[in-house]
């Protein structure tokens, strides 16, 4: 038989994937792959079943059903003052990955370059290899994770088309501030770049700090396609429900791509996220301290083990250099915690194209119950 497709030639799975399926055969706790393992809040799995029992059960509109479209509008205006027409502006997707796959397809010809900020989530550089495009990476660099302006402004070429930035960053747990935003997005202006914000962890961010959506900066409401998610905000991941704010003729091109990908998302879980969406002024305090104590909590067993690094501002992940507790590189340090310690992380280096700086460090996720994380720092303290 022929062979596959080359532009997936060298695909391998997912690190994620790849550790989930160590921890369970190791029996380790696995702080690895990001989502909770308790469940999001049973007044919103309520409404998603009453959504059933009404009849919202058939597919919805491909571009998402108009009571969510309407209250995400809603909620950008409310939190953030940006205006995005529901009809016309806001694109419901299978989750935040499905909603990057449809802006880099739909606007990345083959040749065109993306400047990735590493580490990255590991779905933008499949993604933009599945288009045809470049990734060119440009380094967060550690311990601080801020990037060189110089370096950004080298990676822009004739043939750049989209920047990607995410905030809050996973995986370090870095907040960008308003002076960093401001700096990357002249970068885009100046170049008259695309810039995808991807800010899925837009409300998990602590210690008084507030999320700047990129698209609020002078200059950037046009040209950033913002992507965010109800699977982090309600501890729901397995729902699969973001979507896309941006112009009509963003909306209107990643549209096009959706419509043959999926065409449609859950109809009753999109009635239900439009539902928790009205409920964030309450929800959310209960939320953003539910997982700051897990935070710290975490933070002080891995500080009192000898791990030196500043506490996660954003997020429910933590960068943690290892350098001091083994000569091992990442990949075969995270190997010796899940089959020995039994703990299971995520070796960093896989969200790098150009810098090794990830081999120095473990990515551990915090959004677990507390006795998973008890447990993690008993397994651990054997060190």
């Known amino acids: 038989m ?15 994937g790849v550790i989930s399926r160590l921890a369970r055969e190791n029996n380790a706790v696995n702080l690895g792959q990001g989502f909770p393992d308790f469940d999001g809040p ?34 950008y205006k409310k939190f953030y003052g940006l205006n995005y027409n529901p009809e016309s502006e806001i694109t419901i997707t299978v989750g935040a990955t499905e909603a990057i796959y449809l802006v880099i397809n739909a606007l990345i010809n083959p040749g065109d370059e993306v400047i990735v900020l590493e580490p990255f989530y590991d779905s933008y550089v499949a993604s933009i290899k599945m288009a045809g495009g470049i990734p060119v990476p440009v380094t967060m660099h550690a311990p601080d994770f ?20 995410n905030n809050p960053h996973n995986p370090t747990g870095k907040v960008w501030t308003k002076e960093e935003l401001t700096a990357v997005s002249l970068v885009a ?42 699977g982090k905000t309600f501890g729901l991941t397995g729902w699969k429900i973001g979507w896309i704010c941006a112009n009509q003729k963003i909306s209107n091109a990643c549209r096009l791509v959706h419509q043959y990908v999926t065409f449609a998302v859950s109809t009753p879980m999109q009635e239900a996220v439009a539902e928790g969406l ?4 309450s929800y959310l305090p209960g939320f953003v301290t539910l997982y700051k104590n897990k935070r ?30 083994t000569n091992l590189n990442d990949v075969d340090y995270s190997m010796k915690l899940i089959q020995e310690n039994k703990v299971a992380t995520v070796p960093p280096s896989a969200f790098y194209l150009k810098s090794t700086e990830g081999e120095k460090y473990l990515r551990f996720c915090f959004a ?16």
Not at 2 to 16: M, V
Not at 196 to 221: I, N, R
Not at 278 to 281: G, I
Not at 297 to 306: C, D, N
């Open 189 to 230: 202006i100046k170049n008259d770049l695309y810039l995808l914000s991807d800010e899925v962890y837009e409300f998990l961010v602590f210690d008084g700090l507030k999320h700047l959506p990129t698209a609020a900066l002078e200059g950037m409401m046009e040209r950033t396609i913002t992507i965010s998610s109800a």
């Open 368 to 383: 677990k119950k507390d006795e998973t994380l008890k447990q993690a720092a008993i397994n651990l303290n054997s060190l």
């Open 2 to 16: 022929k062979d596959t497709a080359l532009r997936i030639a060298g695909f391998k799975d997912s690190i994620f």
């Open 296 to 325: 710290d909590y975490f933070y002080q067993e891995l500080r009192s083990l000898g791990f030196e690094f500043s506490i996660p501002k954003g997020t429910y992940f933590m960068m943690v250099p290892i350098s001091k507790h």
């Open 278 to 281: 009205k409920q964030l002024p």
């Open 146 to 165: 801020t990037i060189d302006q110089k370096e950004l402004e080298a990676a822009v070429s004739p043939r750049t088309k989209l920047l990607i930035l």
């Open 42 to 75: 049973d007044w919103l799995k309520d409404i998603a079943y009453k959504k059933m029992q009404e009849g919202h059960n058939q597919y919805a509109p491909f571009s998402g059903t108009p009571y969510l479209r309407q209250e995400v509008s809603n909620y």
